[in-house]
């Protein structure tokens, strides 16, 4: 297990959430932190990534990329905004 920040995530993310996810913030269902996604601590394995907050430890984002396909999950994200569209 290679254990990264949310950075990590931004190719798989941006065919989702646009050119630049990392700066995507989420509220934390946990803990209701707000944080962007490039903050996020991301461990990744061979099966997937998990993106979880650094104040509670909740699982905030799961990424799974199979071939052509990617699927992203966000169990623990209350909510989701776009810093770039403030």
């Known amino acids: 297990m290679v254990i990264v920040d949310g950075n990590a995530l931004a190719g ?5 959430l646009g050119p630049e996810p990392t700066v995507i913030e989420l509220r934390c269902a946990g803990c209701d932190r707000l944080g962007a996604v490039g903050l996020t601590t991301v461990y ?12 509670c430890d909740t699982v905030l984002v799961t990424v799974v990329e199979s071939g052509e396909q990617c699927w992203v999950g966000l169990p623990g994200a209350r909510t989701m905004v776009s810093a770039l569209l403030r």
Request: one cysteine or more; hydrophobic letters at 55%; aromatic letters at 0%.
């Open 12 to 16: 798989a993310l941006a065919e989702v």
């Open 44 to 55: 990744r394995t061979a099966m997937g990534s998990v993106a979880r907050c650094r104040a």
